[in-house]
């Protein structure tokens, strides 16, 4: 017996056995069709098999031989079909219909149009399932893919119609899915008929007591069916947007506050409202025109199969709190303090927590979420963005409850108040408050456990209000442990991470807030239960005293802000150009992609030869120390140079207001354009008391 060829595998071999010659005239009559079966089983084998790339050869060269087998046509759909090609799909349906459209039944139909729909051609799709349906009137699945095509066009009254005879369909004894209650409502209360939207879903209620889906959709169409008497957020009030300010948009948000009692919201056991702020700050920032999306920023490491092992033990300890293996995996004696440390390095420290840390060697757990550009978590911490993303993935669950009919009314009335104040839609909210309610809710619950499992008296961290730092804050008070936040950045009555005008308490709220200096804590109105404490900046003196070097007087450095970076990189260019006496550097936020700004340069025309940008290297400090002037918005790195010494403008660009104080005080000058920078450069004045924004190091910061 002949030995198989070596690239055939045993499937194959079985077929080509089969396929033998055949000998007589009445066979060769069907060796055509008997061929294409053949090739047509084979393929259809290996595609169940998920071998595409196999069977998508034999398809191939079946083709050549075969053009018009239906059924070759049929597996090539099969095989589009596992590989989304939905393009392709519709176009090898057309050739099936071409050649036989008879042998085409509804379940291709169907397919036919899905691929159509899939792959956005709606009123080929459409066109097509009207076809379908002249054929196969009483197919219900075909009425479901119609009833998907209208709706996907927003066509509300021909969906409606639709999904109706799918109701038709089913029969007195076949029980209707919950999707076609919540679809078909979907279509009716988009026509505005809520009476009947509510009537049915009443009756999908009583079929599907137990379906949170509709529970939730009954809920949405209340929401809906009031909003509708009332005023709402029109698109066509235009230009609303002019001259807005940042202060105005602050004042919009403290007046919601006020009115909506936004702090006492709790929803689903959570205070919400200061959850949610910031987003929603730089949400409409955006949308009003006054910031830019923020730059791409450096990735999060991200968990590989070299895991810390540190914080695996730490993991198995409290992602299973009422199992004795946390014995098993004990780290010694425990340590009363904990420091979650800031993101930021500087030659390879964290320069916000280092002084504490150097205090309290060996009596903290520190955890460290550095990004990836270090190589790795500091030796002896726990890497903090692992335990979040463990939590996160153990115990996030998202409900279609989560934000009940009052909490959506309350929603409804916030949208209602920018609507009318900056003209402005905030989206869909009570899908953003969900999800923002079930990551706090699952990384509480993993950071709860974390701390009973490493009990602290105090834990110490910096940007408090940030959405993976707040879990763990109030998991910590949740154990009976107090919060000390350390400053990190600019703090000023416009940041809405620290400024809470005319309130004594604000829930998730560190303790005792550390500032640099005095400036920060006496220009911003904190909440009143947050005591602020000036402990100085270590790291700014320690640096300000080892970079004694020569100043260029001719170098300005410009300091990039992401949310207004392109304007910004516009006027230090224009800049260069008319000052070409000049050696203009604009330096990056070390977490902002270089290659944006490249791309930005060429496409203004190109950089100038007195114009540079700088990313990392050298050390932002280094710099300032030998930069004459320095030019920005808002940048903490501007009050940083005023401690090293370097004279300081800002431009009259959103975000200002953060630095009207550093400006009535004389210690910087302001400019509109580039054209008054360019004349005022020579001008720049230097900080007259530095000490107020960095005050001279505590000699201890922690009382034994």
Known sequence: MSQPPHDLDATECAFLSIAKPHQTQKRRVHETYASAAIACSQANLLINEGRLEPAEEILADAMIQFPKSVALLLAQARLLQRRSSWLALAACYARIIAVDEAIVGPAGWRDYIRALKNADCLEEARAKVLIALKRFKHDRQLWHEAAEVAASQERWKDAASCWQKVFELHGVFRLPKAQLFRERTLALSNLGEFDEARRLLKYGLLLHPRNGSLRNHWIALKVAATRENRTAF??????GHDHLTIRQLCESIWSAERSLDLLDWKVNG??????????????????????????????????????????????????????????LYADG???????????KAVNGSEPYTDALRKELSGRTLLLDRTNKQHGGVFDGSLDYNDLVRSFRKRYYRLSDEIVGFDDQIKCERIADHFADSLSVSVGDLPTMCGKR???????????????R????RTLFLTNGYGELCRPALAAAHDTGASVVELQHGTITKYHLGYSWPQRDHVPYSPDELWCFGDFWHE??????????????????????KAKKVTRDDNMVVFTSQGVIGRRLLEIAM???????????????????????????????????????????????????????????????????????GTRTVLIDLPGIEYMEAVIDRGDAILVRDQTELAERLDNAPLAKDSAYYYASPAQQLVMA
Request: with cysteine; aromatic share 8%.
């Open 574 to 644: 224009a800049t260069a150009q008319l000052r070409l006496d000049k050696k203009i550097i604009y330096r990056l936020h070390p977490n902002e992609a270089l290659g944006d700004y490249e791309e930005q340069v060429k496409s203004l025309g190109g950089a100038p030869v007195n114009f540079s940008l700088s990313h990392r290297d050298p050390n932002i400090f280094e710099l300032l120390a030998r930069t004459h002037t320095q030019v920005g918005v808002f940048s903490t790195t501007l009050l940083e140079g005023m401690v090293l």
């Open 523 to 544: 220009r911003t109105p904190l909440a009143g239960n947050v005591r602020p404490r000036t402990i100085g900046a270590p790291y700014i003196e320690k640096l300000a």
């Open 437 to 451: 309610i079930a990551s706090f809710q699952a990384m509480r619950r993993g950071f709860q456990h974390f701390w």
């Open 234 to 239: 029109r698109s066509d009030r235009s230009g």
């Open 333 to 343: 004696a425990s340590q009363d303090l904990a420091i979650l440390m800031a993101t």
């Open 270 to 327: 959570v205070y919400l409202w200061p959850l949610m702020r910031m987003r929603l700050y730089y949400s409409l920032a955006q949308q009003v025109g006054l910031y830019d999306a923020p730059h791409p920023t450096v990735e999060s490491r991200s968990i590989t199969s070299e895991r810390d092992p540190h914080t695996v033990r730490a993991l198995k300890r409290c992602l299973w709190p009422h199992s004795l293996l946390h014995n």
């Open 453 to 456: 499992r490493h009990p602290i």
